[in-house]
């Protein structure tokens, strides 16, 4: 079956760390970019962190220095390591993914279930 199922959400206390897992299932032919967004009550769905096929990262200014995006091509799995953390990164975290699935000659985009992540104050 095609899809994300996201892991590893829960809640912490500011300052504290939690790490998100994210692992794409199916006949994978090969996954592009992944990425991690997260989506407030009444904010809009925002990047936190994505990363290229190549390793090449990129994150929100908000959570530089606090969070670590990277990805096990081998397990077709992207993790976010989340430290430092503030009430303000209180959301529900959606994974993200470019994939091409065997029997397929495009990508396509899909997105995981949402975990939530509560940082308490």
């Known amino acids: 079956q095609e899809q994300l199922v996201e892991s590893g959400g829960g809640l912490v206390q500011a300052g504290g760390s939690l790490r998100l897992s994210c692992a794409a299932s199916?006949?994978?032919?090969?996954?592009?970019?992944m990425g991690w967004y997260r989506q407030a009550p009444g904010k809009q769905r925002e990047l936190v962190a994505a990363?290229?096929?190549?390793?090449?990262?990129n994150y929100a200014e908000s959570v530089k220095g606090r969070f670590t995006i990277s990805r096990d091509s081998a397990k077709n799995t992207v993790l976010l390591q989340m430290n430092s953390l503030k009430p303000e990164d209180t959301a529900v975290y959606y994974c993200?993914?470019?994939?091409?699935?065997?029997?397929?000659?495009?990508?396509?985009?899909?997105w995981g279930q949402g975990t939530q992540v509560t940082v308490s104050s």
């Open positions: 199916g006949s994978i032919f090969s996954i592009n970019a």
């Open positions: 993200n993914a470019d994939i091409r699935y065997s029997g397929s000659y495009r990508f396509s985009n899909y």
């Open positions: 990363i290229t096929s190549g390793g090449r990262t």
